[in-house]
């Protein structure tokens, strides 16, 4: 098991390679060389997600290594999908990156399978931590976008229709994850209820992830509202994912609590 996530790991990191070797000396085949190579990463990655699932008896999402490893997927995977129906390879620079960066983080955990927390052992514990890889990847993927938004806006080689259709695509990943993670806090309150007695405990975890949702329903409220321009928004995205990088990994490092095993 473990040979095969180092493998989905050294694929990530060689895709990205060629990527940005095609991107700076503008050679398609590197480039879509770096797509087939990531595309058999993910596939990879999905079978030892499986695998490892299978071995465990349960959902391969509990502990920070499990997370981890799911975050990169899903980011991953909404690349996939992103880059298929748009067409939008211009992304796959920001964003294979990103996916690479989260699993070299997961690399760095514990990978022992263990046996899962009774506070675990719930019919929720999918819908929420599942949620949260979505709510998480769209997020970053959102940020990823807002990064090409602002780098084209300089280069002054787009045009406003192009512009627009980027800051189309943040507000579509920001609701998108907005939505999954509005999921996360309302089933990790239910779940808290009934594992602890108490629907909210001011835990890091959750008081972070609140921070988080607040964030991003400003975004959202500018966003329909029209309180900002396109290039103040993309921005915002951007500094936003350092937020979610530490709901998703400082937290649990610098602020343990009720969560500090996920």
């Known amino acids: ?28 085949t590197l480039t879509k060389g770096a797509w087939w190579l990531f595309v058999l990463a993910f596939a990879l990655q999905t079978l030892f997600m499986v695998l490892r699932g299978v071995i465990a008896r349960r959902l391969p999402l509990s502990n920070q290594f499990e ?26 620079v920001a964003a294979m990156p990103a996916a690479l960066l989260v699993l070299t983080y997961a690399a760095l955990q514990p ?19 599942g949620s949260a890889v979505f709510s998480y990847a769209s997020f970053i993927l959102a940020g990823c976008v807002g990064l090409r ?6 280069k002054g080689g787009a045009g406003k229709k192009r512009l627009a259709q980027m800051d189309y695509l943040i507000y579509r990943l920001v609701g998108f ?11 990790g309150a239910i779940w808290a209820e009934q594992a602890w007695s108490a629907f909210w405990t001011w835990d890091p975890k959750e008081t972070w992830a609140l921070i988080t949702w607040i964030i ?10 029209r309180k900002k321009d396109a290039s103040f928004l993309a921005w915002y995205v951007i500094i936003a994912v350092p937020v979610v990088f530490f709901t998703f990994a400082g937290v649990n490092t610098l602020l343990p609590g009720l969560h500090s095993y996920g």
């Open 67 to 92: 997370f981890a490893n799911a975050f990169a997927w899903g980011i991953a995977l909404l690349l996939i999908v992103v880059r298929g129906k748009l067409h939008a390879e211009w992304l796959c």
């Open 1 to 28: 098991m473990n040979i095969l996530f180092f493998i989905v790991l050294g694929l990530y990191f060689l895709a990205v390679i060629l990527q940005f070797s095609g991107t700076a000396f503008k050679k398609d």
């Open 149 to 154: 938004y602002i780098l084209m806006q300089k």
């Open 216 to 225: 991003y329903a400003v975004y959202l409220h500018l966003r329909l509202r």
């Open 111 to 129: 990978k022992e399978i263990t046996e899962l927390m009774p506070a675990l052992r719930s019919a929720w514990f999918g819908i929420h931590i």
């Open 177 to 187: 994850g907005f939505l999954f993670l509005t999921i996360v806090i309302l089933s």
